[in-house]
């Protein structure tokens, strides 16, 4: 491919684009570690409206007249972007199901960029839509492994933008096999089921006790024999408070029992498929009709990497739709796939490329190490905190949430506690409320974390008790 005319920038693409993009990536990463040595910590300092500032700095004029270069405009807005972050990789930023992706993954995530394919036809991605293919259908049989002893049932996974999308879907799926199907859930479930079934038109979901953070199986029982028509039992693996799993068996001995289907948010928890340590905490999920999984929480994938998985391909059917300059009759009669029922969605990323590349490059084994680390970190942390009189743990965790407050706190000074944290960019910790408190919620998700990071954490939960708040 020859050079760009004159006075026309590079595009990436081709067997130039390569060439054009080296330059411009060692731009791009030396302004991202000059963004994170100015940031210096897991937030940046001075809340929000420092940080607006320095954005509007960096970048107004947003349309100047005349350009300043790829050089100066990537140097300029990387950096600050990289000094405004939260950022994930320190282990001190654990607010919310917000990791930091594998550097593999992110390289993989380059190409996808550099290449640009859609995936809503075949002439615009012929690779990558052969890719989706065998690697979303690898992973519906990690959540389905015994349908694959079965000749009638071929189970098949949608890439998703994540686990509202996923849920969405699962509901959408439903209500196209049953109608106006009743959604059933806990009171600890995520709060994209309540929003699907208002965009779907259904009946407002009914909301069951989840005491301690899991669904009541007697209040499942009763809602269940009250409630007619068809129904759809929402259970969660890894609720966004306190990462609890729902007793999925039972739950779905229940469903069987009443004639219900069962959707599982595992878009936290499903990961844990990949660990022999930690994969009995899932057992049930392969009796669910669609599941919910998402890569770019327990598996370290930018974003995004959502996934919905059924047991069978045909249950997709309902997304089916023709446009004949994408998907014609003839053309895929003729052996082109049709791409149009994979999604909702018309243009797509390829955003299963990093997906293939993480599973390639560290296998089973190399994924099972990331998650078992991570869970054990969580264990260490609770430990930590029990071991402070001043604070109070919640209960043990059971994937990566731990929460636990000041034990003489009210609700506003733990609020302020976490506030002071945030705005002097010291530590990002989330909030909950369990048990009629507020607690202070810390997500881990970095397998790099080691105890003296885990002890730094509470230390500076600990100078702020003891200063006081606000600073």
């Not at 929402?234 to 739950?251: F, N, V």
């Not at 054990?376 to 636990?404: C, K, M, N, S």
């Not at 990002?428 to 790099?448: E, F, I, S, Y």
Request: aromatic share 2%; charged share 20%.
């Amino acid at each position: 491919m020859s050079t760009p005319p004159p006075g026309l920038p590079a595009l990436a693409g081709g067997t130039a684009g390569p060439d054009a993009l080296r330059p411009l990536l060692a731009v791009v990463l030396d302004a991202l570690r000059d963004g994170a040595a100015a940031r210096g910590g897991p937030l940046p300092s001075g809340g929000p409206d420092a940080v607006a500032a320095r954005v509007r700095e960096a970048v107004e004029p947003v349309l100047p007249d005349h350009g300043t270069g790829a050089d100066e405009a990537l140097r300029t807005l990387v950096r600050t972007l990289a000094h405004g972050a939260a950022d994930p990789a320190d282990p001190l930023c654990a607010a919310h199901l917000h990791t930091s992706p594998l550097a593999l993954a992110v390289a993989a995530d380059l190409a996808a960029s550099a290449l640009n394919p859609s995936l809503d036809s075949w002439d615009q991605a012929p690779a990558a839509s052969a890719l989706e293919a065998l690697v979303s259908r690898a992973l519906a049989k990690e959540v389905y492994p015994h349908a694959q002893d079965s000749h009638a049932q071929h189970p098949d996974a949608l890439v998703t933008t994540g686990g509202t999308e996923s849920n969405l879907l699962g509901l959408l799926l439903a209500r196209e096999r049953h109608g106006a199907v009743q959604v059933i859930c806990g009171s600890a479930a995520h709060h994209s089921l309540h929003r699907a079934a208002w965009l779907l038109g259904l009946p407002e979901p009914v909301t069951v006790p989840s005491p301690a953070g899991i669904l009541d199986l007697a209040a499942l029982d009763e809602a269940l024999t009250d409630l007619p028509g068809p129904r759809l039992v929402a259970a969660s693996a890894g609720t966004t408070d306190t990462g609890q799993i729902d007793p999925l068996s039972e739950i779905a001995d229940l469903c069987d029992r009443h004639d219900a289907e069962l959707h599982v948010d595992a878009a936290y928890g499903g990961p844990l498929l990949f660990s022999e340590r930690h994969r009995s905490k899932l057992n049930g999920l392969d009796r669910a009709h669609s599941v919910t999984l998402d890569l770019h929480k327990l598996g370290w994938q930018p974003v995004a990497a959502g996934l919905l998985a059924v047991p069978d391909r045909t249950l997709l059917a309902p997304l089916a739709v023709r446009a004949d300059y994408l998907n014609a009759d003839d053309d895929t009669e003729a052996g082109l796939p049709d791409l149009l029922g994979r999604s909702l969605r018309t243009t797509r990323r390829p955003d299963i490329l990093k997906v293939a590349v993480t599973l390639r490059a560290l296998g089973r084994t190399g994924l099972a190490v990331l998650v078992d680390r991570t869970c054990a970190a969580a264990g260490e942390l609770a430990d930590l905190i029990e071991q402070q009189p001043q604070l109070q743990l919640y209960e043990r965790p059971t994937l990566t949430t731990v929460l636990f407050r000041p034990a003489a706190a009210t609700d506003e000074q733990t609020a302020a506690i976490r506030r002071t944290l945030l705005t002097t960019g010291r530590a990002v910790l989330g909030r909950a409320r369990a048990d009629g408190r507020l607690w202070l919620k810390a997500t881990l998700l970095n397998p790099h974390a080691t105890p003296g990071d885990l002890t730094a954490l509470i230390q500076e939960v600990l100078i702020e008790l003891v200063e006081g708040t606000p600073r």
